[in-house]
């Protein structure tokens, strides 16, 4: 008995790439509201790290007759990925705790009591708008080592006979940091030489041997820049070197300049960081720093 089997018609090549295309769709769509979602539920928990860390610091302050500490409670529990530290406010009695997270780097919240700050009060999106109080951070955040971050003080101008002023703003919504301050340097009459500026280190924290994260955002002004810049660590006569690094271009917008560098030394008491200018000052030019970071790997 013959059986004639009837012909099955198959998938199209057209047909597979309509399938292929709509599952593609399908999937981006997942994937951004997954990545949403997860993005909310990180800000959630970086807002009750927050309010928890804003209770405790209220109460440490109580028992210490009215005083803030400068550093958080160690009974602070900081959700995974998240970090906080405390910013320099206008009266000891208040605090401002500053919130990041690590996977989400433009995620930024804090806690303020400070009403001497032009910020609101509570909790506000945003950094705190004084200097992040140095070994006050905790969870992801790791020590900066360059103290005087605001450049009120610790920093001075080196340069061979020339005309450079270096003077400080407050930073607004155009900068990297909208709350912190920008320091200004400005070659204001032709001169040939060079030019860096010298800052203060936490030396103790500089270890022969352990990896370190350099950087600082940088932009030019005014006229043209024809070197670029750099930061590194070494001894105040400015000879031996414990972090180096190599120079990268200063853009006319706001750009970080970022490396990694191995500590070839310790420590020395007269250790300082240094944030090289372009070398040749030949004509008119200003650039602005901000937010300059030294943090161990």
């Known amino acids: 008995m013959n059986r004639q089997w009837a012909k099955q018609p198959g998938f199209t090549i057209v047909e597979l790439l309509i399938v292929i295309v709509v599952i593609a769709i399908l999937a981006a769509i997942t994937i951004v509201a997954y990545n949403g979602i997860q993005q909310r539920a990180t800000e959630t928990s970086l807002k009750s790290d927050l309010r928890q860390a804003a209770d405790l610091m209220t109460l440490a302050c109580s028992d210490n007759n009215g005083v803030c500490p400068q550093v958080l409670p160690s009974a602070i529990k900081v959700s995974k990925g998240n970090g906080l530290s405390l910013s320099a406010t206008s009266d000891a009695s208040m605090f401002c705790i500053n919130g990041s997270n690590s996977q989400f780097s433009t995620m930024a919240w804090y806690y303020s009591t400070d009403i001497g700050s032009s910020l609101p009060q509570g909790l506000n999106t945003g950094t705190c708008s004084g ?167």
């Open 131 to 297: 200097q992040v109080v140095y070994g006050s951070q905790t969870g992801s955040q790791s020590k900066n080592i360059v103290l005087n971050t605001d450049f009120s003080s610790g920093w001075a101008l080196h340069r061979q006979p020339g005309n450079l002023d270096v003077t400080t703003r407050a930073g607004t919504s155009n900068d990297p940091q909208s709350n912190r301050p920008v320091m200004i340097v400005s070659n204001t009459a032709a001169a040939a030489g060079w030019a860096y500026l010298q800052g203060t280190v936490s030396y103790s924290d500089v270890h022969s041997g352990q990896s370190y994260s350099l950087s600082m955002w940088i932009r030019r002004t005014v006229g043209s820049v024809p070197t670029s810049a750099g930061l590194n660590v070494m001894e105040g006569s400015a000879t031996n070197k414990a972090l180096s690094t190599t120079t990268q271009t200063i853009s006319s917008s706001w750009t970080k300049l970022s490396w990694t560098a191995t500590a070839a030394m310790d420590g020395l008491s007269t250790q300082v960081v240094y944030i090289q200018l372009p070398g040749n000052i030949t004509s008119n030019w200003t650039v602005e720093v901000q937010d300059v970071q030294i943090t161990q790997n």
